[in-house]
């Protein structure tokens, strides 16, 4: 499959800790993408990062991407309450499509 | 403010109906999506539209079929609704492949 992988499925950890979670594609990508969902809600976007991009800041979180590896990584900083959500990386091809895989679970402990 | 509308947040249809999910966008978007979303499969792509009466299948377009009549709105189509098909059903769109997608709420569909 064109998707690869994200992992962890699921992660917890106590508020002002910071969350990893990591994205794994097979094929060249066009550009990586990164959402958000909280629960049963529509996906609301966080981060793009292109190919030829290597990292990315958007406040608390930080996006990189080693084409090399064919993988990236979202890293939240001083996490809060309010980031508990599930976390999906899309990756887009140089078609029209996004290809989305299963998710991360991020629950924040207070 | 950018908005993606869902016809309906819920909806519950019995085996056999012909349903519709409707779609609207109001950002000129050329890039229509549907995906729908399942326990520990992440969101799957069903069709999607690149321009106006243009469709292609996404990666499990069997038991759905689409229509763009105009720019703005993009409708799935369930031809025999089947209790398989119960899930969340998520519409997207993007001005182009290389830009972010903006999704409406969800429609949570079950089918009996």
């Known amino acids: 499959s064109q998707q690869g992988e994200e992992d962890p499925q699921a992660l917890s950890i106590q508020e002002g800790e910071n969350a990893t979670m990591n994205c794994s594609y097979k094929?060249?990508?066009?550009?990586l993408q990164w959402y958000r969902q909280n629960s049963g809600r529509g996906l609301v976007h966080l981060i793009l990062i292109r190919s030829n991009e290597r990292e990315k800041h958007s406040g608390r979180l930080r996006v990189t991407l080693d084409t090399s590896k064919k993988s990236s990584s979202l890293l939240i900083t001083a996490s809060r309450a309010a980031d508990t959500a599930s976390y999906f990386c899309?990756?887009?091809?140089?078609?029209?499509?996004?290809?989305f895989g299963t998710g991360t679970r991020l629950t924040i402990i207070p | 403010d950018v908005k993606v509308t869902q016809s309906s947040r819920y909806l519950v249809k019995r085996t056999g109906e012909k349903v519709f999910l409707e779609c609207v966008q109001d950002?000129?978007?050329?890039?229509m999506f549907w995906y729908r979303q399942d326990p520990g499969l992440g969101l799957r792509l069903i069709y999607f539209s690149y321009d106006v009466k243009m469709k292609e299948k996404g990666d499990i377009p069997e038991g759905y079929s689409v229509s763009r009549e105009k720019k703005e709105r993009f409708s799935l189509i369930l031809e025999s609704a089947s209790t398989n098909q119960t899930s969340m059903y998520l519409c997207a769109s993007s001005l182009s492949g290389v830009s972010e997608a903006f999704f409406g709420q969800g429609t949570r569909l079950t089918v009996v």
């Open positions: 899309a990756r887009n091809f140089g078609n029209e499509k996004l290809t």
């Open positions: 950002m000129d978007h050329e890039n």
């Open positions: 094929t060249s990508i066009n550009n």
